[in-house]
């Protein structure tokens, strides 16, 4: 059984490209890369520091079978991003890359949308859900 979670941070992770893109967005780098795997602590998350991506799994358990066995699982992973809500350019980049690296990884996109942050309104909050669907 996969991590899917800790699998896609990983691929997000190591992508320079998106690294530079998130850079670009807010003018500097940070210190850390900021792929999460789960949410950042509360201090981190000011719009300062946006763009930055949180991944977390969606509850499933699809597989194929096999002689009573599981060959081929579904994972799905719900991929989120938070930027300036000014920034729009730089926002669809960074949703087609992200999709890009997703699909290029075996996952596909089932779902998406944005919308302003309640909690920070000078972000949107951008969200994508993706499955699995083998390479």
């Not at 994972?75 to 350019?89: A, E, G, R, S, T």
Request: glycine share 2%; proline share 4%.
């Amino acid at each position: 059984m996969k991590l899917a979670d800790v699998e896609v941070s990983k691929i997000l992770d190591k992508s320079q490209k998106l690294t530079e893109l998130m850079d670009k967005a807010r003018d500097q780098p940070l210190a850390v890369n900021p792929v999460y795997l789960g949410t950042p602590e509360n201090d981190f998350l000011k719009s300062i520091n946006a763009p930055w991506i949180r991944v977390t799994n969606i509850p499933c358990d699809e597989a194929d079978y096999a002689d009573d066995q599981r060959l081929i699982e579904y994972p799905k992973v719900q991929v989120d991003f938070w930027i300036n809500k000014y920034k729009l350019q730089l926002a669809a980049d960074i949703e087609q890359l992200i999709y890009q690296l997703m699909r290029d990884s075996g996952y596909e996109r089932y779902y998406e949308n944005h919308y302003v942050d309640v909690d920070i309104s000078d972000l949107l909050m951008f969200t994508a859900n993706f499955q699995y669907l083998g390479l």
